[in-house]
């Protein structure tokens, strides 16, 4: 049988984070967990649109419980005062959704001089996890889910000597690297769980070719780039729907069975229900995981250590 939305297991009592709360991807798991009875917490970055996706879950779900958290993904200051505000609730984290997301925009450096697709997709979540690490380890069975995509394939792993593509940038290496980063942090990320003992598991998914504002994002604000409108017009065409892309995120956030630094992607790559797939190749580089550890925490000055709570 297909995995749907419908066997999500009760949440009540559980408590999530979802990055890019505020649409596509992250508003469908918003709305799913909450549906469940999940505390979810709705970390974005535009709050108009933060309050308008709550107020698109309220009317069909009006038990949700929903709270809008300011991240700003691309400011570490902004990362680090958003994890300040999530861990002065007290609340034990059992599900972090990094979601959020940039793709093939122009070359673009963040506040802290990191290139922003690097900086949003990976590094800004890397950060954002090893923050919220004290909160996610006092959850019984504690879930990180990333998000990739196929860009993976295209990508290199990060060159320690020049993660920000400084004279080497284009916008498809940027997002290409930064989606295998997204895969070698999850997977590394699993692998330190289980060797520090502790209960919480890392899973990496890829959602699917969705419809969402990805693509359309990535034509204005490369003031309408040839491949990025191919992609546009691709994906109205024969993108699922978010509620279905999401499907994956969801599955790896709380199917019991889901398993830690495995890959769940569409069942025909890009459309279909979740299923787990294999991963290979540079997918599974264990020196490239320990480099990219070491510069994540180099550029971010946060050491991101794994130990079992005191
Ligand atoms: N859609 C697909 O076909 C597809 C395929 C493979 C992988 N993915 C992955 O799925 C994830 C979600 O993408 P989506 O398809 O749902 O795209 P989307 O509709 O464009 O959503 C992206 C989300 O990321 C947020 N975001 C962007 N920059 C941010 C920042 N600096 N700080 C905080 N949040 C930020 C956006 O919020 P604001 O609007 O406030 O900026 C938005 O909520 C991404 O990681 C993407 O790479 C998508």
Known sequence: MAWSAEDIPDQSGRVAVVTGANGGLGLEVSRELARKGAHVVMAARD????????????????????????????????VRESAGRILGADLDIDMLVNNAGVMGIPERRTEDGFEMQLAVNHLGHFALTALLLPALLRSPAARVVSVTSTGRHTGRAIDPEN??????????????????????????????????????????????????????????????????????????RFGMTPARGALALLRAATDPNAVGGALYTPRWVNWGPPVRRPLFGRARNRDAMTSLWEV??????????V???A
């Open 163 to 236: 993660p920000h593509l400084e004279g080497r940038y284009d916008p498809w290496r940027a997002y290409g690297q930064s989606k295998l980063a997204n895969v070698h942090f999850a997977l590394e990320l699993d692998r330190r769980f289980r060797s520090a003992g502790v209960p919480a598991r890392s899973i990496v998914v890829h959602p699917g070719f969705t419809n969402t504002d990805l693509q359309a994002r990535s034509v204005r604000e490369t003031g309408g780039g040839r491949s990025q409108r191919f992609f546009r017009a691709a994906v109205i």
């Open 296 to 305: 994540s925490e180099r550029e971010t000055g946060i050491t991101f250590d």
């Open 47 to 78: 709050q108009d649109k933060a309050g308008e996706a709550r107020a698109s879950i309220l009317p069909e779900i009006p038990d949700a419980s929903l709270e809008l958290q300011p991240l700003d993904l691309a400011s570490l200051a902004s």
């Open 307 to 309: 130990k079992p709570p």
